[in-house]
C-alpha cells in the first residue's frame, strides 16, 4: 500500500488547515487508517484513527478542533484541523495497517506562528 499526504503548510495559531492522503488500494477495504505526527525532537504521536462504521478516535489535545475522515470518492483519508496552536507544529504522517504491517505515508510538515 503506497500513501500520500499533501495539504501541510505555514498558518497562523487560531487558522485552519486540511491535510489529505491518497491511498494506492481502496481505501474502503483499509480497515485502520490514522495521522500521527512529529513535533522537532519528540516521539511520533497518534493524532487521530478511523476504523470500520466510522469509529473514530482523538489524542485529547486534538478533540474538538481536529476531525478524521475519508472521501471514497476520491479514495483519499483527510484530517480536517481547525482553531490551530504552535503546539500542533510537526510533520504529519498517515498510516494503514494491513496484517501485521505498517505502511506509512512521506509526512506533510505543517507549521503553526503564534
Known amino acids: 500500500v503506497q500513501l500520500q499526504a499533501s495539504g501541510g503548510g505555514l498558518v497562523q495559531a487560531g487558522g485552519s488547515l486540511s491535510l489529505s492522503c491518497a491511498a494506492s488500494k481502496n481505501i474502503v477495504a483499509l480497515t485502520y487508517l490514522a495521522w500521527y505526527r512529529q513535533a522537532p525532537g519528540k516521539e511520533r504521536e497518534l493524532v487521530a484513527s478511523i476504523r470500520p462504521g466510522s469509529q473514530t478516535y482523538y489524542a485529547d489535545a486534538v478533540k474538538g478542533r481536529f476531525a478524521i475522515s475519508k472521501d471514497i470518492a476520491k479514495n483519499t483519508l483527510n484530517l480536517k484541523m481547525n482553531n490551530l496552536k504552535p503546539e500542533d507544529t510537526g510533520v504529519y504522517y498517515c498510516?494503514?495497517?494491513?496484517?501485521?504491517?505498517?505502511?506509512w505515508g512521506q509526512g506533510t510538515l505543517v507549521t503553526v506562528s503564534s
Open positions: 498510516k494503514t495497517v494491513r496484517g501485521t504491517v505498517d505502511y
